[in-house]
C-alpha cells in the first residue's frame, strides 16, 4: 500500500504541535505495516464523510485523529487534527 496524502491534510499538518507530527508519522508507518494494529483504533464511519463514503478514522493520539479512504493499493488521507475539528 501507499500513502497519498491531500493538499488538505499537507495543510492541516503543518499547523500540527511538533511532537503530535512526529506521532503521526509513526502511526502512518505502522498503518502501511499492520493497519489492525490495536493504537490505531482504526474504525469505519458512518455516513459519508467530505461527499466520501468509506472514509476510516484512526488514531494518533486520544485526542488527534486522521482520515483515510482505501483507493485501490493506496491509503488516501484526507485530513488531520482534533477529534473536535474533525467532527464538528
Known amino acids: 500500500m501507499n500513502l497519498v ?11 500540527l504541535p511538533e511532537h503530535i ?3 503521526t508519522i509513526k502511526k502512518l508507518d ?5 493497519p489492525y494494529h ?3 483504533r482504526v474504525k469505519k464511519i458512518k455516513g459519508i ?3 466520501f463514503r468509506d472514509v476510516f478514522e484512526a488514531s494518533i493520539t486520544m485526542n488527534y485523529r486522521f482520515l483515510f479512504r482505501i483507493e ?14 474533525l467532527f464538528k
Open 21 to 23: 507530527r512526529e506521532l
Open 30 to 34: 505502522l498503518l502501511l505495516i499492520s
Open 5 to 15: 496524502r491531500t493538499e488538505r491534510f499537507k495543510k492541516k499538518y503543518r499547523n
Open 72 to 85: 485501490n493499493d493506496s491509503y488516501i488521507l484526507l485530513i488531520c487534527g482534533t477529534h473536535d475539528e
Open 38 to 40: 490495536p493504537s490505531l
Open 49 to 51: 464523510v467530505e461527499g
